[in-house]
């Protein structure tokens, strides 16, 4: 373990030295952060001018805005599986440092994670959520709120078809009444891909007693 932090490797290639940086160059390099973005909700788009996802209703109507940092790439990919299934600590410096929060973000009244399922916390060293979570709370003198909780096993969203992804997810959460003074919430998240998951824990957050919510996710 040791040795991971100190050996300088990549991180992310295990490859070439990155000795004092986040990432060796090579990586850093094919890192993408997102250039445009919707005018009505914050939605990364890949292109200036293309229609957007979340505002043709792809995603739930309940998210305000919703902001993703980086592109799922190669890069992004590696260091996400990684943190999820094995255990390499230096991945926690890394994607701290690579959070660059968008400054169109809001005062929330609470910053609330996507939960991991309990079981998985015996094979997931680090949920990347969480680190994004904590940091952001942090950056933004907010607290983390634990109300929305995952209640029923599902299977890994990456292994399954778009249309099983919602049955997957389905009453998959229960979110916790909010106190009365909690309206705003920030939703964070690693990945985004059909929005399945993000739209099930919208409604529960919507349920609870939030009216406005937006959401985080690291890459999409
Ligand atoms: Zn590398
Ligand atoms: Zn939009």
Redesign the pocket.
């Known amino acids: 373990m040791l040795n991971e932090i100190f050996s300088g490797k990549c991180p992310a290639c295990s490859g070439a030295a990155a000795i004092n940086a986040a990432l060796c160059d090579d990586c850093l390099s094919l890192l993408h952060p997102f250039n445009h973005f919707?005018?009505?909700?914050?939605?990364p788009l890949s292109r200036p001018g293309i229609s957007?996802?979340?505002?043709?209703g792809k995603l739930s109507k309940r998210i305000t805005n919703?902001y993703a940092l980086y592109h799922y790439d190669k890069v992004v990919r590696s260091m996400i599986l990684q943190m999820k299934f094995h255990y390499n600590i230096r991945l926690k410096y890394t994607l701290k440092h690579l959070i660059n929060l968008p400054n169109f973000l809001t005062k929330y009244d609470g910053i609330v994670t996507v939960p991991s399922h309990f079981l998985r916390h015996f094979v997931r060293f680090y949920h990347p959520a969480d680190i994004l979570a904590e940091y952001t709370a942090y950056k933004l003198n907010v607290p983390v709120l634990h109300n929305l909780k995952r209640v029923r096993y599902t299977k890994f969203q990456s292994h399954i078809s778009r249309l099983a992804r919602k049955e997957n997810v389905k009453k998959a959460f229960y979110c916790k009444k909010f106190k009365d003074n909690v309206k705003n919430i920030l939703l964070v998240d690693d990945i985004l891909t059909t929005g399945a998951t993000i739209n099930e824990c919208v409604n529960e957050l919507y349920k609870a007693g939030a009216r406005r919510i937006d959401v985080l996710v690291f890459a999409k």
């Open positions: 919707c005018g009505k909700c914050g939605f957007c996802y979340r505002c043709k919703i």
